[in-house]
């Protein structure tokens, strides 16, 4: 079967990631990039030969011969592009945050839908190696029945360099990194029923939250704790690793700094190093994003060809998103939120 033709929209700060993980890719290439600043579609052009640029999407939509798009803009755009691309029936990877708001992303996948295409956010979080392990262990049953889980994300490192419109949203956080914690929680432990959460701005100069702290019940009846800070400072920086602690009927799983996995269980106790590859165009400490990455997006290209639904689907991801939704409106009302009330 030839190799997928695909197009990537907006060429900014993470695309690049996104086209590394599209050349190391198995059936699928980018055959033409979009962006409004002709500086940035110059730079990645160049960097990774591509020579059909675009200004515009609905002109690269409309002139290129493509088997999908890779949306990689910011939140604004998402609504729009992803309508544009399924009126062209084009299979869509759309960047998180996937929309603006709730109702936005229930449009987004209800216009794929109805144009009969598959739709993918680009929620890497979950296929970071070290989350896969875990995952993998827990559904071994080697720990037994899992009833508490924490999934925490504590650091002090500037994020803002890199992207300072992260300062200057009224919503950080949790939209920005929670949602990724979020989703590892659903991927662990099942759907959530009911989630309380509470939030913190410690830094002064930016406008949303940078410390979150979330309950969740979920449906199989485990507990979950997920956490996040930027306003952390610990004596060795952890960023940007992910920590899971697990308890179960039969043990426990701890997985730590360093990606230092600890299982307790049937068998023992044992310990190994998780720690993800770093590709040949990967840098720490950035290599465990950059990994999963290139496996969400060989993940799509399989999923693609064989005519699956993702894992992380437009039709999942709304359970993600209103995740989101329900721990803004939990730490603004101080209580807790029902999930079915959201998504029906």
């Not at 729009?80 to 062209?88: F, N």
């Not at 009833?147 to 500037?158: E, L, N």
């Not at 890199?162 to 662990?188: N, V």
Request: charged fraction near 25%.
């Amino acid at each position: 079967m030839a190799d997928l033709r695909g197009g990537l929209i907006g060429c900014g700060f993470f695309a690049v990631n996104q086209m590394h993980g599209w050349r190391d890719a198995k059936g699928a290439k980018i055959v033409a990039i979009c962006d409004r600043d002709p500086e940035r579609l110059k730079i990645v052009g160049d960097q990774f030969g591509i020579e059909r640029r675009y200004a515009d999407a609905a002109e690269m939509m409309a002139k290129e011969a493509l088997d999908f798009v890779d949306i990689a803009t910011t939140v604004g755009s998402h609504r729009a592009l992803v309508e544009l691309a399924s009126s062209h029936r084009l299979p869509t990877i759309c960047q998180k945050p996937f929309a603006p708001s709730l109702e936005d992303a229930k449009a987004m996948v209800a216009a794929c839908g109805n144009a009969g295409v598959p739709l993918m956010v680009h929620e890497n979080f979950r296929w970071q190696s070290p989350i896969q392990t875990v995952k993998a262990i827990l559904d071994s049953g080697e720990i037994g029945t899992p009833f508490f889980g924490r999934i925490s994300f504590r650091s002090a490192y500037d994020v803002f360099s890199g992207q300072p419109y992260l300062a200057e949203g009224e919503r950080f956080i949790i939209e920005d990194l929670g949602i990724h914690i979020l989703d590892i929680a659903r991927f662990l432990f099942g759907d959530a029923t009911t989630l309380t959460a509470r939030t913190k701005r410690v830094n002064p100069r930016i406008r949303g939250e940078d410390v979150a702290t979330i309950l969740l019940d979920h449906l199989g009846g485990v507990t979950s704790v997920v956490d996040c800070s930027y306003a952390t400072r610990l004596p060795v920086e952890p960023f940007p690793e992910t920590f899971v602690e697990i308890d179960g009927s039969d043990g426990t799983l701890r997985l730590g700094q360093g990606y230092r996995l600890t299982v307790t269980g049937k068998e023992g106790t044992h310990e190994q190093d998780v720690a993800p590859p770093v590709l040949p165009w990967a840098s720490r400490p950035w290599h465990n994003i950059q990994e999963s990455v290139a496996a969400i997006q060989q993940h799509w290209v399989d999923c693609l060809k064989a005519g699956r639904e993702t894992s992380t689907s437009g039709a999942d991801n709304l359970k993600t998103f209103a995740l989101v939704e329900a721990a803004y409106a939990s730490a603004r009302h101080r209580q807790p939120v029902e999930l079915a009330d959201l998504l029906r």
